[in-house]
């Protein structure tokens, strides 16, 4: 009976550990497969001291201390294995576990680690006749350090990986080299690259044959990908988004693809967290404008952000535009004017003459955003009217201030795709020309600033409360910040009336606004942080 009860006890925390090595490798994968990242997430998470981590340690130490009372020992092993378990299993993310072949291997060699032990304290143990015993309490304690076989397993494939992505660089460059008349546009930015990466697309698509790096795939890695599994010998142009979370990211992508055109559009307080100042975000993005070629380059930057304008450009040709702040400017967007069917708003040209364009886009970003894209499509010689035209049929990218309307008459504009200090003030000046209900703002505020933190999300709290009528703070990374903001605002504004309310996870925020949402009402939806945040 006791041999029965230590095996179920065995296979339960074995079954533990298997299914808590799914959600390390799931964090892992989403902090890029850097073990550095995945160790700061570690500290902020604080996911290594977690209930059930403790109570599982707590198990382990009882067992091991009355291992002689096998009933109670192996009793309380497959009781906290069957819950961790059951609670693992029902838990739903956002963003789950991609299965890629370099997962396959770190899982592999996880398991092989765990197995190891496992197996090894059970020979131990076998010795005494408690064989089962010995592996049981094993299982739980890789369980309790679940983490450290990730980051080692990991760390042991640095070389396969290594060899292996060598092999895909190689490959994308010896496809690039098969189309020198490739034309190649990178695209940088603290925010806004995405969208202007579609923007600029969907216009170019007028007059060529283009390729997009699509959804994501900003890094190296993404960017070999998309060259080896899209990319097609008849394409003319291709669009290259460039992300960085630390210094030398974009230049790495650009020493594989050599663009000749760059696009900045923003630097801004973003990933301060492992940028540590914004010098070194501005820095970084200007790694795309230091690559391109001085014969026949061209360098389009974005200088509403002061660390663009005041960053110099020497080495190619350069063409600085803006909506905010014209000052050096050469292409500046003027006469913005929102309605209900979009945006409209006109092009002023170094050479004087004014464009006027309609979109279906709404926001100051979006407008900044088109305003690059419609540059690079005139210096690449797309007609006028194509440009026009293009610019009216674009269409909202998704998460990213895009706007639309409920059969019960309640307006969405989902800007909930990596909120940041300046885009959700645009979104924020947005939803405050909405007057026809009430205008509602859901979020849980910003992440990855650094030692800003605090700061800025007091400073989004203030801006909420002079933009909205109900405010919903969700979950708890940001929420005393954001209230501390709003609360300071309504002490100096005694006529602020705005509603704010606290809920710990987005579910319960769409159960709120089941119950309060009325037709005419406009709701915001800013931000929505990843599972590591949660």
């Given at each position: 009976?006791i041999t029965?009860?230590?095996?179920i006890?065995?296979?339960?925390?074995?079954?533990?550990?298997?299914?808590?090595?799914r959600?390390?490798?799931?964090?892992?994968?989403?902090?890029?497969?850097?073990?550095?990242?995945?160790?700061?997430?570690?500290?902020?998470?604080?996911?290594t001291?977690?209930?059930?981590?403790l109570?599982s340690?707590?198990?382990?130490?009882?067992?091991?201390?009355?291992?002689?009372?096998?009933?109670?020992?192996?009793?309380?092993?497959?009781?906290?294995?069957?819950?961790?378990v059951?609670?693992?299993?029902r838990?739903?993310?956002?963003?789950?576990?991609?299965?890629?072949?370099?997962?396959?291997?770190?899982?592999?060699?996880?398991?092989?680690?765990?197995?190891?032990?496992?197996?090894?304290?059970g020979?131990?143990?076998?010795?005494?006749?408690k064989?089962?015993?010995?592996?049981?309490?094993?299982?739980?304690c890789?369980?309790?350090f679940?983490?450290?076989?990730?980051?080692?397993?990991?760390?042991?494939l640095?070389?396969?990986?290594?060899?292996?992505?060598?092999?895909?660089?190689?490959?994308?460059?010896?496809?690039?080299?098969s189309?020198?008349?490739?034309?190649?546009?990178?695209?940088?930015?603290?925010?806004?690259?995405?969208s202007?990466k579609?923007?600029?697309?969907?216009?170019?698509?007028?007059?060529?044959?283009?390729?997009?790096?699509?959804?994501?795939y900003?890094t190296?890695?993404?960017?070999?990908?998309?060259?080896?599994?899209?990319?097609?010998?008849?394409?003319?142009?291709?669009?290259?988004?460039?992300?960085?979370?630390?210094?030398?990211?974009?230049?790495?992508?650009?020493?594989?693809?050599?663009?000749?055109?760059?696009?900045?559009?923003?630097?801004?307080?973003?990933?301060?967290?492992s940028?540590?100042?914004?010098?070194?975000?501005?820095?970084?993005?200007?790694?795309?404008?230091?690559?391109?070629?001085?014969?026949?380059?061209?360098?389009?930057?974005?200088?509403?952000?002061?660390?663009?304008?005041?960053?110099?450009?020497s080495?190619?040709?350069?063409?600085?535009?803006?909506?905010?702040n014209?000052?050096?400017?050469?292409?500046?967007?003027?006469?913005?004017?929102?309605t209900?069917?979009?945006?409209?708003?006109?092009?002023?040209?170094?050479?004087?003459?004014?464009?006027?364009?309609?979109?279906?886009?709404?926001?100051?970003?979006?407008?900044?955003?088109?305003?690059?894209?419609?540059?690079?499509?005139?210096?690449?010689?797309?007609?006028?009217?194509k440009?026009?035209?293009a610019?009216?049929?674009?269409?909202?990218?998704?998460?990213?201030?895009?706007?639309?309307?409920?059969?019960?008459?309640?307006?969405?504009?989902?800007?909930?795709?990596?909120?940041?200090?300046?885009?959700?003030?645009m979104?924020?000046?947005?939803?405050?020309?909405?007057?026809?209900?009430?205008?509602?703002?859901?979020?849980?505020?910003?992440?990855?600033?650094?030692?800003?933190q605090e700061?800025?999300?007091?400073?989004?709290?203030?801006?909420?409360a002079?933009?909205a009528?109900?405010?919903i703070?969700?979950?708890?990374?940001?929420?005393?910040?954001?209230?501390?903001?709003i609360n300071?605002?309504?002490?100096?504004?005694?006529?602020?009336?705005?509603?704010?309310?606290?809920?710990?996870?987005?579910?319960?925020?769409?159960?709120?606004?089941?119950?309060?949402?009325?037709?005419?009402?406009?709701?915001?939806?800013?931000?929505?942080l990843?599972?590591?945040?949660?």
């Amino acid at each position: 009976m006791i041999t029965i009860l230590s095996a179920i006890a065995a296979l339960l925390a074995i079954a533990c550990f298997f299914v808590e090595f799914r959600r390390d490798l799931m964090m892992l994968q989403q902090n890029s497969y850097r073990n550095e990242r995945y160790s700061r997430w570690l500290r902020a998470s604080q996911d290594t001291t977690s209930a059930m981590r403790l109570v599982s340690g707590a198990v382990v130490l009882a067992s091991m201390s009355t291992l002689s009372v096998p009933v109670v020992s192996m009793s309380l092993i497959a009781f906290v294995s069957a819950v961790n378990v059951i609670i693992l299993v029902r838990r739903r993310y956002k963003k789950p576990l991609v299965m890629t072949n370099r997962a396959w291997r770190i899982f592999s060699v996880m398991l092989i680690l765990a197995v190891v032990i496992v197996v090894s304290t059970g020979i131990v143990g076998w010795k005494y006749g408690k064989g089962f015993e010995y592996a049981a309490v094993a299982s739980l304690c890789v369980f309790c350090f679940s983490h450290l076989f990730s980051m080692s397993a990991n760390w042991l494939l640095k070389p396969v990986e290594k060899h292996i992505n060598n092999g895909y660089y190689k490959d994308a460059e010896r496809i690039l080299r098969s189309m020198p008349d490739l034309k190649i546009i990178g695209v940088t930015g603290s925010y806004g690259k995405t969208s202007t990466k579609h923007y600029l697309n969907r216009i170019l698509s007028e007059h060529f044959d283009v390729m997009m790096t699509p959804g994501s795939y900003n890094t190296t890695m993404g960017v070999i990908r998309t060259v080896r599994e899209y990319l097609k010998p008849y394409n003319e142009v291709f669009i290259v988004e460039m992300g960085a979370k630390q210094i030398g990211d974009i230049k790495e992508i650009c020493d594989l693809v050599h663009p000749s055109v760059g696009i900045v559009t923003a630097v801004g307080e973003q990933h301060l967290e492992s940028f540590k100042s914004i010098e070194n975000v501005q820095r970084t993005k200007f790694e795309l404008i230091d690559s391109l070629p001085s014969d026949g380059g061209l360098a389009v930057i974005n200088d509403d952000f002061p660390y663009v304008a005041n960053r110099p450009v020497s080495n190619v040709e350069c063409v600085r535009y803006a909506v905010s702040n014209p000052g050096n400017a050469g292409y500046v967007a003027t006469d913005i004017t929102y309605t209900p069917a979009g945006t409209q708003f006109t092009v002023r040209t170094p050479q004087g003459a004014s464009l006027e364009f309609s979109t279906r886009l709404v926001g100051e970003c979006n407008v900044s955003n088109l305003l690059a894209a419609v540059i690079v499509a005139m210096r690449l010689g797309v007609p006028e009217d194509k440009i026009r035209y293009a610019v009216g049929q674009i269409e909202q990218v998704e998460h990213r201030l895009n706007m639309k309307r409920t059969p019960g008459g309640v307006t969405i504009i989902d800007d909930a795709f990596n909120s940041n200090p300046t885009g959700s003030s645009m979104a924020l000046d947005v939803l405050a020309m909405m007057t026809q209900g009430r205008r509602i703002v859901v979020t849980p505020g910003m992440i990855e600033l650094g030692d800003r933190q605090e700061e800025l999300n007091r400073n989004f709290g203030q801006k909420i409360a002079a933009s909205a009528d109900i405010a919903i703070v969700v979950g708890e990374y940001n929420r005393e910040a954001i209230v501390d903001g709003i609360n300071e605002s309504k002490e100096k504004d005694a006529s602020s009336a705005i509603e704010v309310h606290t809920v710990p996870t987005f579910l319960d925020s769409q159960s709120l606004l089941g119950s309060i949402l009325r037709p005419g009402d406009t709701v915001l939806y800013e931000n929505d942080l990843p599972d590591t945040f949660k």
